[in-house]
């Protein structure tokens, strides 16, 4: 019956905001109140703004990544658009559970008149999340074995782990390569490996993808940097290999909002690393987020410039 997954759906949707609001009761319950002030205390403004114009570059990147990528599939977008609903995306994906929410909701914004509505739109959306952490995956992947040497005495992992990781993926993307090179593989992967040839591999695409999700990515480390500094703790440049990558990648972990709670639990425990202290980190992240969440802002604007109208006319 459907009434009886009412209760259920309403716990869900508390569900994660609690368990944020619980995880940073617990960080702030183990971090040092007075250290935490202190950093906020002596924020510098030039770095503020420095990040806040970089959001806006990772915005509008993303957006031409992705009106590229949906050219690619066979859907045209203007930039204009394709920019708007960035920021609108960007914006619902730091304040919805999951992370995730702003590209379901730009996906149906963006839905199309005929058969399949939303199908082409999400899938667009897939490749184009897929080209920039194939990138970030990769810095991760470059940063993880030399960490070792770019911070002396200290690793996340031991060498026998990350060889065997390694050759582990390679097994894997090996076993994935020659599956969907086989004539018997079924039509919806025959399909899905023409669209990604199509859209990262043909006509050069694979160096539009990969130079504007490198400086995507660079712009997301960056801020990380800039947030830092402007809390007072200035890491050196091996960080931006090694603690901040591993940061932004605990905010692909599906729990809580857009990341908030285990960015900031990821920074409290590497920024030591570094000699700073535990609540360094944990200021740094959280003017991190703000900045990310205040970047993201024009996306408020448009949203509210709708609803006075009375809702989007047209697609």
């Not at 043909?202 to 830092?228: E, H, I, P, T």
Request: net charge positive; with cysteine; charged share 10%.
């Amino acid at each position: 019956m459907p009434g009886e997954h009412r209760p259920v759906s309403s716990h869900a949707r508390i569900f994660a905001p609690l368990l944020v609001l619980g995880l940073f009761a617990v960080l702030l319950w183990r971090g040092d109140l007075d250290a935490l002030g202190g950093a906020f205390a002596q924020i510098s403004l030039g770095p503020v703004l420095v990040g806040l114009g970089l959001v806006q570059v990772q915005v509008v990147l993303s957006a031409l990544r992705w009106r590229f990528t949906a050219n690619r599939l066979g859907q045209e977008i203007g930039l204009g658009k394709a920019v708007r609903e960035y920021y609108v995306a960007s914006l619902l994906n730091q304040s919805l559970p999951g992370g995730m929410g702003g590209d379901a909701i730009r996906a149906w914004r963006m839905r199309i008149d005929g058969q399949g509505g939303w199908k082409l739109p999400a899938k667009a959306i897939l490749y184009e999340r897929l080209s920039g952490q194939a990138v970030f995956l990769l810095i991760v992947a470059i940063g993880l074995p030399l960490w070792p040497l770019l911070i002396a005495g200290q690793s996340p992992l031991q060498w026998e782990w990350i060889t065997a990781g390694l050759c582990l993926i390679g097994i894997l993307l090996a076993f994935v390569s020659r599956w969907s090179a086989r004539r018997s593989a079924g039509p919806v992967l025959l399909q899905l490996s023409e669209d990604a040839a199509e859209v990262f591999m043909r006509r050069k695409a694979w160096l539009v993808q990969s130079s504007l999700s490198f400086v995507v990515v660079v712009a997301y480390g960056a801020v990380f940097m800039l947030a830092s500094f402007a809390v007072g703790a200035h890491l050196p440049w091996q960080a931006a290999l090694t603690i901040i990558p591993l940061c932004l990648l605990s905010m692909l972990i599906p729990v809580g909002l857009g990341g908030w709670g285990t960015r900031e639990a990821a920074a409290m425990a590497l920024w030591p690393l570094f000699g700073f202290a535990a609540a360094d980190g944990l200021a740094a992240s959280l003017l991190y987020g703000a900045l990310s969440l205040a970047g993201a802002t024009p996306g408020l604007v448009i949203l509210a410039v709708e609803a006075i109208s009375g809702g989007r006319r047209g697609h």
